[in-house]
């Protein structure tokens, strides 16, 4: 058996380019001038946004006490419950693309264009309330979390979350 380890929480010159790229896209939208597209990309921007950040964040409380206390919470991988997930992913990707685009023709092409950015910034943000909140988490505990995957062969049989806590300088 063998264990993989990769840091958690994005460093910060990540989090100032997705910032970046959410503050562009942001202003791309404001400056359209128009009450209805910017109530729309908002509403689909803070729905996702919140939607996932929230998700991920219980996802996260459910393991925080394992990690206190052990440094490590692991689950088995279920590669049928992944299999689930990806098609249910690519499924809210496809709709997410292609429902806006056929009814762009009764909706109008500002629609479209909105949901759409609206679609990735909601992404963007999500990602970085996700990660300003493990940041957060790391500096109260005082350590790094780590996603760590346990694998046998050439297949992953664990998943999970693995806290290391910093020494302090003497």
Known sequence: MSDERSRRAAGSKSLLFWVFLF????FLILSSLSV???VIWV???LAIALGGAFWKINLFSKRENDLLSMG????AYD???QTRRLFLIVGLTILAFLAPLLL?????FGFWFTSIIGAIDGWILHLVLYN????RWESNHGGRIFSIQIWSGTKVTYTGLEFERS???R
């Open 79 to 81: 590669y049928s419950q």
């Open 36 to 38: 209805a597209i910017v």
């Open 104 to 108: 762009a023709g009764i909706l109008g």
């Open 167 to 169: 020494v302090a300088p």
């Open 23 to 26: 503050a562009i896209s942001s």
């Open 43 to 45: 509403c689909i921007t």
């Open 72 to 75: 490590k919470s692991l689950t």
């Open 132 to 135: 300003l909140f493990l940041l």
